[in-house]
């Protein structure tokens, strides 16, 4: 932490926190394809899996199961606990880590989820759009 | 490609431990430098460079230290792989004696953790996990329900792993914690992140450890003759993209690393006699051992519960207590697990001394990078 008094923060309910990360306008995760048809999130100038550099940005559907999760007890200073955290796997087939919104029921391994907007804090303190998952509760498993 | 091995003629440590702030991250590491330096038999005029691992310790630690130590003037390298650091600067200490730049070195790993830590490790503030929420004990609890799900594996299978290092740390003089515990307290502690508990995490701990290393022309030097504990090899890896085809406990970083000291070394996961593994978590153990292949899939939580992994065992892991009851300062963690496997391949480990140990490995993992399956892992390869 500095000594120095933190500047005020920068929030801005219309700005990606990362333009690599999400759209807002309208919501979307964002990730790589390339012409092999790997997707991977998030967006990249290459493509992880095969390397190569003629990719696009893609808006994901954004929805999902989940594939495990955590609900978090203790964390640094500043973070309210307890939080769910959750890999998603991806209709698209590529894993997303992400906070979990779990309403009152502990979720389960499978549960169907979706993607959706919550706010983001960089380390300046600035914060952003980014992005969380609901599970989606009225779906029949 | 193998490489010259290299001679360990000294080993030394301070108990890990949470100290006050007046013992400064250079005490802790002169402590540990001046102990593996008696050991040598060496004195500072023998000594050619110096190599130091450490995460918190801010620019130019080691040049720090070096000035406490009396070795002001000396090469001094920096080597930061978060909880690897320690191994990184054993492999690049390494390198250099099998390229002849060096014929003895002095090898530190240390950490301050507890006046600069609190709540636990995390990414790197700029690293797109930090913004989500992810802390290191998060992605293991996640690791932990995944790898019950997939194997049918009990919750009780998992806290086995802390009971068999608990019990291992009680012979260990240099263990923050040498008391054991039941399992019924493992299942009991506070919860940090659902399933996982205080007692299966590894603490934020402070300590140094330190080597000597030399090449033949080095053990001349230090007037020594006679069998040394060898460092044959460390392997380096880091993690890859994830594309979300694998299984998330499916290890491939570790099954990498493994395969980097074998070609390194020589030496076959059927040659281990002894691993000191980095159970920074419960479940790290288990799914760890599975991927370098040292067990099979699916069977670590299974050895762990029928003692297999525990001294006396088959393959005994972690007799030094292991991270999770000999502390966990992070840069100093690799460093500690080769002056446990020296002291256990000389054969002077006492109480806890696995009975014919010749060919030990050492594994460290190190940070995490988002997207992948890890930050950096270090495989080192030991025999007596």
């Known amino acids: 932490m500095s000594d120095s008094p933190a500047a005020p923060a920068v929030t801005d309910a219309r700005r990606p926190f990362r333009s690599d990360v999400v759209t807002v306008e309208p919501f979307a995760l964002l990730g790589t394809r390339c012409a092999e048809e790997h997707i991977t999130f998030p967006a990249r100038d290459l493509c992880p899996t095969c390397h190569r550099t003629d990719v696009s940005t893609v808006a994901l559907a954004g929805t999902g199961t989940l594939h495990t999760f955590s609900e978090v007890h203790q964390a640094p200073p500043g973070v309210e606990v307890p939080y769910l955290l959750g890999w998603v796997d991806l209709v698209e087939g590529c894993r997303v880590l992400a906070r979990i919104a779990g309403g009152d029921h502990q979720p389960r391994i499978g549960d169907p989820v979706r993607c959706r907007p919550t706010t983001f804090t960089a380390p300046d303190a600035t914060t952003g759009v980014g992005f969380e998952f609901e599970v989606i509760r009225d779906a029949h498993r | ?384």
Not at chain 2, 52 to 77: C, E, K, Y
Not at chain 2, 195 to 218: F, H, K, R, Y
């Open chain 2, 1 to 384: 490609m193998t490489l010259p091995p290299a001679h360990v003629a000294g080993a030394g440590m301070i108990r890990f431990g949470k100290y006050p702030v007046d013992v400064t991250l250079e005490r802790l590491a002169v402590g540990a430098a001046r102990a593996a330096i008696s050991d040598a038999g060496a004195e500072l005029r023998h000594i050619d460079a110096l190599y130091v691992g450490h995460v918190f310790g801010g620019p130019v630690a080691g040049q720090r230290i070096a000035v406490q130590l009396g070795l002001d003037g000396l090469p001094v390298s920096n080597h930061e792989n978060y909880c690897a650091s320690g191994a990184t600067a054993i492999r690049e200490a390494w390198v250099a004696l099998a390229a002849g730049l060096h014929d003895v070195v002095l090898v530190i790993g240390v950490e301050k953790m507890t006046d600069r830590v609190a709540g636990g490790v995390r990414p790197d503030p700029s690293d797109l996990d930090a913004a989500v929420g992810l802390v290191m004990a998060a992605g293991h609890a996640m690791s932990a329900r995944r790898y019950m799900h997939d194997h049918g594996v009990t919750r009780e299978a998992i806290a086995a792993v802390a009971v068999k290092n608990h019990a291992h740390s009680v012979h260990n003089p240099f263990a923050q914690y040498q008391r054991p515990v039941r399992l019924e307290e493992v299942l009991a502690a506070r919860t940090i992140a659902d399933p996982l508990g205080l007692l299966d995490c590894s603490p934020i701990s402070d300590g140094a450890a330190a080597l000597v290393m030399c090449t033949p022309a080095g053990l001349r030097r230090l007037g020594l003759s006679g069998a040394t504990p060898r460092i044959l090899g460390c392997g380096l890896v880091s993690g890859g993209v994830q594309d979300g085809s694998r299984p998330l406990n499916d290890e491939d970083v570790s099954r990498r690393a493994g395969e980097a000291a074998w070609q390194l070394t020589g030496i076959g996961p059927s040659d281990v006699d002894i691993v000191e593994m980095h159970d920074c978590f419960t479940i790290a153990e288990i799914v760890r051992l599975e991927g370098l292949g040292l067990v099979p899939v699916g069977e670590g939580a299974h050895w762990t519960e029928q003692g297999h992994t525990a001294l006396g065992g088959k393959l005994p892991v972690n007799a030094s207590g292991g991270l999770l009851s000999r502390g966990h300062p992070v840069g100093a963690t690799g460093v500690a697990q080769a002056c446990e496997l020296t002291w256990q391949l000389r054969g002077t480990a006492g109480g806890r001394q696995v009975e014919g140990a010749h060919t030990g490995l050492a594994y460290c993992k190190g940070g995490t990078v988002s997207g992948t399956d890890g930050g950096s892992v270090t495989t080192l390869v030991m025999q007596s």
